[in-house]
């Protein structure tokens, strides 16, 4: 049993994190109508605080009181863990991603991670992956043939994807040696030249690719696709549950935003200055990951959407073969002993 | 260290309590006005026909399979891809790397498979 002060510690960092995280996903829903407005050439949302910042709070506050529709043939329980078990998986993988290196903390060392665990790249695939059960749950539970579509079609293509994005997690962990985050953002340390985006493109690519299609995200949101499902599987949720579902959306946003930094871009590493204190390496990552943040938005207000069998094709015609080479590439010169040992 | 699982647990305690709050505030909070139609499924205002428990595309049921299949086959090759490194340093690189070409070829060649009997094209 830990004693109190590493207990105190523990609660301090998971309150923190976590609130951290539902900051940064409400921000975003407030910088995803303030980007689109900038690049439709409109305001947005400025009635609500100055600049409209309190928007996100206004909308909580509304969803709070909203009228609760359960359709008549909808399964009632079903439909009313759905939205959870959409929401907790997106939420748990931020555990284990290391948002700065040493910190003390009430005189306890640690790292500023919630959990410090040694096969955090793992976890974060097998905690992430159970988002998918919330998703189709929710599509069959509604009852309704727009839900239903909406939640065959997200599930399908997570399930498509999360193929790639293991595989070029696993040419990382090949370079690295190891699933645990902190030594692969350890083993980036240094120059710009280490990042593993330099050694790893391919890797790279496709990870990122396959963030936009886990989170549903433009251009592959086929869970919503309005004009032919209308809202896709949350059509028929209503008031705080369907609030859950984007929540869960967004904070999968800045999981997996936060996974590309850590994996590619070398984390909480800052360049040129390895002994950086705590709070510059905070900055070092924020600063990459809203980089990715902003790219999710970009890209959602830019481009157009695929189709359903064009993303199918790609997920396991292209990205699929291409992950798989290049595991094969990697692995061959680990093996050659080119990465050192 | 099993130990060091513990804050995740911490972590799925709030986490929870947030998704249960927000799931029964809104029963709570949220007024209730009954109307006609209002609980039907959606089908964009025209009367609904039948409901949803329809039959699926086999293609879902394909795909969800060949997941489980590359799935399974991606975590066996993470013991491999964490020690990749430190055969190559005891010597034993090239002989294990070739082992697991041959594990990924004899999946490689079901991929193939699929693909040519037409299990990954969805239009048709």
């Known amino acids: 049993m830990p004693d109190s002060t590493t207990l105190l510690v523990w609660l301090l960092k998971a309150g923190l994190i976590y609130g951290g995280m539902l900051g940064v996903a409400a921000g975003m829903t407030l910088a995803e109508r303030k980007v689109s407005a900038w690049i439709q050439w409109r305001i947005g949302p400025n009635r609500v605080g100055p600049f409209g910042t309190l928007q996100p709070i206004a909308d909580g506050i509304k969803f709070f009181f909203k009228e609760e529709v359960v359709p008549r043939d909808a399964n009632p329980v079903l439909f009313r863990l759905a939205p959870m078990l959409a929401a907790v998986p997106a939420m748990l993988t931020v555990a284990v991603i290391p948002f700065a290196g040493d910190i003390s903390i009430a005189g306890v060392q640690t790292t500023l991670s919630i959990a410090d665990i040694d096969m955090s790249a793992l976890y974060v695939v097998a905690i992430g992956g159970l988002g998918v059960y919330g998703v189709i749950l929710g599509g069959w539970s509604s009852n309704s043939k727009y839900s239903l579509l909406g939640g065959l079609r997200a599930s399908a293509q997570m399930v498509s994807y999360e193929l790639s994005m293991i595989l070029a997690i696993l040419s990382i962990v090949v370079m690295s040696g190891s699933l645990d985050l902190r030594e692969i953002v350890a083993g980036q340390a240094g120059a710009i030249w280490q990042w593993n985006i330099w050694s790893q493109p391919l890797a790279f690519v496709l990870f990122l690719v396959a963030t936009f299609a886990e989170t549903n995200r433009h251009p592959f949101d086929f869970a919503e696709c309005e004009p032919e499902l209308v809202g896709g599987f949350h059509t028929e949720y209503s008031s705080m549950k369907f609030a859950l579902f984007f929540l869960g959306e967004y904070c999968a946003m800045f999981v997996m935003a936060s996974l590309t930094t850590t994996f590619f871009l070398g984390g909480s590493e800052v360049p040129f200055w390895a002994d950086a204190p705590w709070f510059v390496q905070l900055g070092a990552f924020a600063a990459k990951t809203s980089l990715f943040l902003f790219l999710f938005l970009l890209v959602r207000w830019t481009l157009p959407r695929f189709r359903f069998d064009q993303l199918m094709a790609i997920g396991w015609k292209v990205m699929l073969p291409l992950a798989l080479a290049n595991v094969f590439l990697t692995g061959a010169l680990a093996s050659l002993g080119v990465y050192g040992s | ?124």
Request: with cysteine; charged share 15%.
């Open chain 2, 1 to 124: 260290m099993l130990l060091d699982y513990a804050p995740i647990l911490i972590l799925l305690g709030l986490v929870l309590g947030f998704a249960l709050f927000n799931v029964l505030i809104s029963e709570l909070l949220g007024r209730r006005r009954i109307a006609l139609g209002k609980a039907d499924a959606y089908e964009c205002g025209a009367t609904g026909v039948g409901d949803a428990r329809l039959r699926l595309s086999i293609h879902f049921y394909l795909v969800a399979v060949l997941f489980i299949l590359f799935d399974v086959e991606s975590l066996l090759l993470v013991p491999w891809a964490v020690a990749a490194r430190s055969f190559a340093a005891q010597g034993v690189g090239a002989t294990v790397f070739a082992e697991v070409v041959g594990f990924v070829l004899v999946l490689g060649i079901g991929l193939a498979y699929v693909w040519r009997k037409g299990g990954l094209t969805w239009d048709r």
